[in-house]
């Protein structure tokens, strides 16, 4: 079993649409949680983080983390061409290495 | 803003031979990290760095790689002898350890291309 796994995708939407992106994990020792986009060939970019359970809001964006049943979501509000990247979620325990999960491709069609 | 940067952003190398990938981690941070990520796969970690000293490393960081801050800005990655599979997009990651937004930030990367 992998320590995370992400929806696969790909996925596509209309713009304006509200998208989910999912992941789970099995290492109960992760307490941060992070959500990465990246474009093709381009460097991982921290979009929303969240230490230990609850949720976040900044913009569009809402990260949620629910640590009891080891499952993390980041939802896009009100979608737009630009959002068109990978979306990579990551998760560490601490100071040490971030485990990522393999990444959604997500297609926002104006 | 601050940011982690990244040089070469593209290498190109025979198999065989060393080369040296360099960051510069955002200024106060204390812990740095170096990432890869081969073409159409996840990002895997490969090693962590502090107090001057590697604190974690994975299965793929063996003996032909090592790393460096050789002074208070630079930190490198080392890849000794080069082979096909070592072609991948490397990031370099730095985390503050201090509190505030604890997490690492990314830089650009260097492609290296090994022929």
């Known amino acids: 079993q992998k320590e995370v796994e992400q929806d696969p995708g790909p996925l596509s939407v209309p713009e304006g649409a509200i998208v989910s992106l999912n992941c789970t994990y099995s290492?109960?020792?992760?307490?941060?949680f992070m959500w990465y986009r990246q474009y093709s060939r381009k460097g991982p970019e921290l979009l929303m983080y969240t230490y230990s359970s609850g949720n976040k809001e900044d913009g569009r964006f809402t990260a949620q983390v629910d640590k009891s049943s080891k499952y993390i979501s980041l939802f896009i509000r009100d979608s737009q061409p630009s959002d068109s990247a990978t979306y990579l979620c990551a998760m560490s325990a601490g100071a040490g290495k971030s485990t990522f999960g393999d990444g959604t491709t997500l297609t926002v069609k104006p | 803003e601050p940011e982690v940067t990244q040089t070469p952003s593209h290498q190109v190398t025979q198999m065989g031979q060393e080369v040296i990938l360099r960051c510069v981690p955002i200024s106060n941070h204390l812990y740095f990290y170096w990432y890869r990520q081969i073409l159409g796969q996840k990002v895997e970690f490969l090693v962590s760095?502090?107090?001057?000293?590697?604190?974690?490393k994975s299965e793929i960081f063996d003996d032909q790689f090592s790393v460096e801050r050789p002074d208070g800005s630079n930190f490198t990655l080392k890849i000794r002898s080069t082979k096909l599979e070592d072609s991948a997009m490397y990031f370099c990651a730095s985390r503050t350890g201090t509190g505030g937004t604890d997490t690492q930030y990314f830089g650009p990367g260097t492609r290296l291309t090994v022929l």
């Open positions: 290492n109960s020792a992760f307490q941060y």
């Open positions: 760095f502090y107090n001057n000293e590697i604190s974690e």
